[in-house]
């Protein structure tokens, strides 16, 4: 492998998708790369036979339009056929070219923010590294950005736009993901004529400081749904056939885009500029609260079943102890596919979950020896009365286990493996 440091691979940037403002403003200093106007990320995920040919065209048309003020960054996940490999081979070729291995994390948007993480341009783009995009529509979005749009979004449905040839099923599915769309998130969705479009380019103004949460593979709506965009402009482009490599679209992305738009109107809705106004997850909190409340149905009927003297008539004590840990577990997997999914589905794998499911057994215990000391102190201190003093006790239990967790169990800052 190449060891020339100038052709060596990016650092990943680790912790919160958040995009940084932007890091230049001495003007007069150009030699740590504050001239450049347009960031090109490129996402790739086995596209060993595109990635020389995307870069070559692309190097092409931006050394005409706006040469040396760009760069092109490759952001591959770990490609199997060694993707990466072959974008690094072609740096000291082309000096505007930068290349980030990404091992740790997967996911094309999330791999898009990566690269928008170590970019530094005030434009950031993405372009699909499969050539399915066509790379003539870039010089078209720079101008609109040029003339004073946040965000330019090449669109297959303004004039000039179309898909070549997609079956009928595909244009169905297609055109019914974005109707969806509208229904849940018409403040996002309806903004656009393409939501849909992995193609575009946007200020760095309009989304520093948001952090990005995305899931699957639609980014745009993240940029519109967080960011700070005001002006939008559109381009028409054919989605071209892929000549080379295959989709990664399965069934899945579609699952995902689903959650995607449900967490996207949950978060930029009422609750979720409460939550960040007063800085807490009020609706983590809330569904913690609604899986906790489960847990105590559970906990009963296993109860029940073991004790009741017409059923197993097991000993109280070692009922109560199997019935208190299945309401745990039954705890444990709502919240953490649905209360803290958005970081359980970044840390996906079985040692994974064994290590938050461990860490919930303890924070819950803890919870419950807190729950027996403050039921204890208000009832002999405060307020005598063994309801009141459990509801509070109960409550405080609950907050610290909410706290807990998401700061040990759940937190952002892990990374797969
Ligand atoms: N780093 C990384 N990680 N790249 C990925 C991943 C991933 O997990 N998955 C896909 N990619 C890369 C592919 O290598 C390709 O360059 C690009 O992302 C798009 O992936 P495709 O699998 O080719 O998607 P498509 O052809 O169905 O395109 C659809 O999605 C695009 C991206 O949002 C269409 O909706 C397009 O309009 C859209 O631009
Ligand atoms: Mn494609």
Redesign the pocket.
């Known amino acids: 492998m190449n060891t020339n440091p100038s052709s060596s691979l990016l650092t990943v940037p680790t912790g919160a998708l958040k995009i940084s403002e932007y890091p230049y403003s001495d003007i007069n200093d150009a030699t740590q790369g504050n001239h450049i106007l347009l960031s090109l990320v490129?996402?790739?995920?086995?596209?060993r036979d595109n990635v020389e040919k995307i870069v070559t065209i692309l190097s092409g048309l931006l050394d005409d339009a706006i040469p040396d003020r760009y760069e092109l960054i490759i952001?591959?996940?770990d490609s199997p056929d060694l993707t990466w490999q072959v974008a690094q081979s072609m740096i000291p070729d082309y000096p505007q070219l930068r290349v980030m291995r990404?091992q740790e994390e997967?996911?094309?948007s999330s791999?898009v923010i990566r690269g928008w993480q170590v970019a530094r341009g005030r434009v950031l783009g993405v372009i699909?590294?499969?050539l399915?995009?066509p790379p003539e529509v870039l010089t078209q979005l720079l101008h609109k950005i040029e003339n004073g749009a946040d965000l330019a979004l090449a669109s297959r449905h303004v004039e000039g736009g179309g898909v070549s040839s997609w079956s009928v099923v595909r244009r169905f599915l297609s055109r019914g993901a974005q109707v969806l769309g509208l229904i849940i998130l018409p403040s996002v969705l309806g903004r656009v004529t393409d939501p849909?479009?992995?193609?575009f380019m946007v200020r760095r103004s309009a989304i520093a400081g948001a952090t990005m949460n995305p899931v699957g593979?639609?980014?745009l709506l993240e940029v519109i749904g967080r960011g700070n965009v005001r002006e939008i402009a559109e381009a028409g482009y054919v989605?071209r056939e892929?000549t080379e490599g295959e989709?990664?679209?399965t069934w899945k992305q579609y699952i995902e885009y689903i959650q995607h738009l449900i967490r996207l109107r949950v978060s930029t809705g009422k609750l979720g500029k409460i939550s960040r106004k007063i800085d807490f997850p009020v609706g983590k909190f809330i569904r913690f609260g609604v899986v906790g409340f489960s847990g105590v149905f559970v906990d009963m009927a296993v109860l029940y079943l073991l004790s009741d003297p017409t059923t197993l008539g097991i000993p109280l004590t070692r009922s109560k102890i199997v019935a208190g840990e299945v309401a745990i577990l039954n705890n444990f997997l709502w919240n953490d596919a649905w209360t803290f999914a958005d970081v359980s589905m970044q840390q996906k794998g079985w040692k994974q979950r064994m290590k938050r499911f461990l860490k919930f057994n303890v924070v819950c215990l803890a919870g419950l020896i807190i729950n027996v000391l403050v039921l204890n102190i208000v009832y002999n201190f405060l307020i005598r009365n063994q309801y009141i003093a459990n509801l509070i006790a109960i409550a405080v239990a609950t907050i610290w286990n909410f706290w807990v967790n998401l700061k040990l169990s759940w937190r952002v800052t892990d990374v797969n493996k």
């Open positions: 490129i996402p790739t995920y086995k596209e952001v591959d996940d990404r997967r996911g094309l791999a699909d590294g499969d399915q995009h849909m479009s992995g193609y593979y639609k980014i989605f892929r989709s990664k679209v």
